[in-house]
């Protein structure tokens, strides 16, 4: 089943919007939210673990943490519904998330560690 057969258009434009804001406050990008949010999919469904390396799994639903480094060098962790395969939000450096079940993580740029 796809993605689109399992959410609304509704839906995906909420996940999107909730997406762009974050990127927006986090990283202060706006106007390629949309083209970085199709290219993280494509990356996603293509398994391109080069470009997108897996982290941790964040839930037993189906959302996981993914690193990505932008054009510009910063570091990017991006958390995936990999169910329906699209990016629900990201994070920065120096932010902590929580796996399920597990002590917070500390994200740091593994360039630096």
Known sequence: MTAEALISQRSRDR???HFAC?????????GVA???WRHLAMLHHRQDWAQLVPV??????????FFV???????????????LGVPITVYCAGMDIQPQGF??????????A
């Open 15 to 17: 996940i999107f919007t």
């Open 22 to 30: 974050r990127l927006k406050s986090r990283f202060g990008i706006e």
């Open 34 to 36: 949309l083209k970085l």
């Open 56 to 65: 941790v799994r964040l839930n037993s639903t189906g959302r996981r943490l």
């Open 69 to 83: 480094r932008l054009a510009d060098g910063r570091p990017m962790w991006v958390v995936f519904d990999t169910r």
């Open 103 to 112: 002590e917070p993580i500390l994200l740091t740029d593994p360039a630096h």
